[in-house]
């Protein structure tokens, strides 16, 4: 059986950035349904709940078809969320350093300009969706997918994640999507996301 650890940090820790109600909601009643919902789905498919969530998403062929949706939506949204939640942190953000600094540097031009382009594309995903950090060969890409898809499903890793489903902000950003990408950036924990990357480039 899936399921849903707590938070690495306190609700109200992501504050002043992402606010306390926003996180216990997000973290409790979707990443929640999320993990009953797939366990729902995979209820007496022992071979499939032996398996890591990761691994399930990067082959979906091997779900039923008459399930296939419904673990990809719910499967994909456990993956995102958890990744989402240990990709920030209290007293986060900043830039990263060593080799994902030079990846970023080298695939976007600046460490600016790789906000620019990330945000844009968050901001640019129309409806519900991810935006994401993908290394690409020696390169780094953005994409963004709906929904509860992931790079993963692509047989890609991704090493970073922005949720940009209205759940994630709306409470204290409301339609302002832009706005809470901006104050995101000041919760990005880029230890995590450079142990993500060098063990995707290894």
Not at 126 to 148: C, Y
Request: hydrophobic share 40%.
């Amino acid at each position: 059986m899936f399921t849903l650890d707590d938070l690495p940090y306190a609700y109200n820790a992501l504050e002043p950035f992402i606010d306390e109600r926003t996180m216990q909601i997000h973290h409790d009643k979707h990443h929640a349904a999320y993990v009953k919902n797939l366990n729902d789905a995979l209820s007496g498919k022992e071979e499939l709940m032996a398996l890591d969530p990761v691994a399930i998403i990067r082959d979906l062929a091997k779900v039923p078809e008459d399930i296939r949706t419904k673990v990809r939506n719910n499967c994909g949204g456990h993956v995102n969320h958890t990744m989402f939640w240990e990709i920030m942190t209290p007293n986060g953000g900043g830039e990263p350093k060593g080799d994902l600094a030079a990846a970023i540097t080298g695939s976007f031009g600046s460490f600016a300009d790789f906000q620019a382009k990330f945000a844009a594309s968050g901001i640019g995903r129309f409806g519900s969706g991810w935006v994401w950090l993908v290394p690409e060969g020696k390169s780094l890409v953005i994409t963004d997918t709906p929904n509860q898809d992931s790079p993963y499903m692509e047989g890609k890793t991704p090493i970073l994640g922005l949720d940009v489903w209205e759940h994630a902000y709306y409470l204290k950003y409301q339609n302002l999507r832009a706005d809470y990408i901006a104050a995101w950036w000041h919760v990005v924990n880029w230890a995590e996301v450079e142990k993500r990357f060098a063990a995707a480039t290894t």
